[in-house]
């Protein structure tokens, strides 16, 4: 009967929205807000992997495939960015299209976030920046490529991703291939465990995953096996209201890790490059990443694609089992 229609969640149910006065600084899609109010699972993607992370046609061909593969699997995307100054929760088809050809759109992690909005600018947002905004727009489970981490040398120049801090202070779950080998995945590991960031291996291997390959030589403190083991997690952080996030890290599918050496050799060069170019802070990510592309004569991006695929449809299977979860947390009263 009616009691357990979506309709009567929804009335009984408070808003998991936290915008308050700050309504004003965002817009958020109408199909976004829609299955917010419905408990419907939503999965944010972040806008960095289109301005900085990959060439345009990719950029931008990738960025709506992975819109398919979430709807595909019941949950609703929610590309998250910046335009003139106001931050955005879901893009439209035209709006995608404008950070993906755009030359000016900034890099737009915490820190960049008061300049960009007060200026009026648009930006594409970095892990960090689009944990801010998804947890802000009350969204659970967020889809991307690779984290940030602690750069290679990183004792000495202290080049640590706000990705990792937002994580210890966010409470999101990010479903991404690890951390790539471009940096120091050990030191990484370590900053997570300091900022009490539970990180857990998707599969039966407590391996943790280095992006381009399937094993980093580090491992994970835990594994799931199962997207409802995932939800089970996310929920628990929840449910005790830790203020942390999660790190649920997804091994590149077996049939495109094969490239894996080759792109590691590639990331050497990158790296020795970068450094003999002076290339430093913020610019350092995008100079490898598309270095790393050009060396690996465009396999480094096909992998870069088919783990983001696979990392969308994994999080979209966790969004759904953990809207599930909360459906019958609310049924129970
Ligand atoms: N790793 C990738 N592709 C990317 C990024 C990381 O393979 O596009 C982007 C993400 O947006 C991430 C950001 O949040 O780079 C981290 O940048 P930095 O290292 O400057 O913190
Ligand atoms: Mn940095």
Redesign the pocket.
């Known amino acids: 009967m009616l009691w357990t229609s979506s309709a009567f969640v929804r009335r009984i149910a408070t808003s998991s929205s936290r915008l308050g006065k700050n309504e004003s600084l965002f817009t958020i899609h109408p199909a976004v807000k829609e299955a917010l109010a419905d408990h419907r699972p939503v999965v944010a993607l972040?806008s960095?992997?289109i301005t900085?992370?990959m060439p345009y046609p990719h950029n931008l061909s990738t960025a709506r495939e992975v819109e398919t593969i979430v709807r595909a699997e019941g949950a609703t995307p929610a590309t998250i960015g910046i335009l003139e100054g106001r931050i955005h929760v879901g893009l439209s088809s035209d709006e995608l299209d404008f950070l993906a050809q755009s030359k000016t759109a900034l890099k737009v992690?915490r820190r960049d976030l008061p300049y960009v909005i007060s200026k009026g600018l648009s930006g594409g947002t970095?892990?960090?920046g689009t944990m801010i905004a998804a947890h802000l727009a009350g969204i659970r489970v967020f889809v991307?490529?690779?984290?940030?981490g602690v750069h290679r040398d990183g004792e000495n120049s202290l080049d640590v991703?706000?990705?990792l801090t937002e994580l210890g202070r966010t409470p999101i779950a990010i479903v991404s291939a690890g951390v790539?080998s471009i940096l120091d995945i050990g030191r990484t590991l370590e900053f997570l465990e300091t900022e009490g960031v539970c990180v857990a291996t998707y599969g039966d291997t407590k391996s943790f995953p280095a992006?381009f390959s399937r094993q980093s030589g580090f491992t994970s403190p835990y594994s799931v096996s199962s997207a409802q083991e995932a939800a089970e997690l996310i929920a628990s952080t929840l449910d005790l209201g830790l203020q942390s996030g999660i790190l649920l890290a997804v091994p590149i599918p077996e049939e495109h890790a094969a490239t894996g050496k080759l792109i590691e050799d590639a990331i050497q060069t990158a790296l020795s490059e970068a450094s003999l170019k002076g290339v430093t802070g913020?610019d350092?990510?995008p100079f490898v990443?598309q270095c790393v592309n050009e060396l690996s004569k465009g396999k480094s991006l096909q992998a870069?694609i088919a783990l983001i695929h696979n990392n969308a449809k994994v999080g979209s299977q966790i969004a759904c089992a953990l809207s599930k979860l909360k459906d019958k947390e609310r049924l129970r009263g």
Not at 144 to 148: D, F, P, R
Request: glycine share 16%.
């Open positions: 972040e960095t992997i900085h992370g992690s970095t892990v960090s991307t490529g690779g984290i940030g991703s706000a990705d790539k992006f913020r350092v990510t990443l870069n």
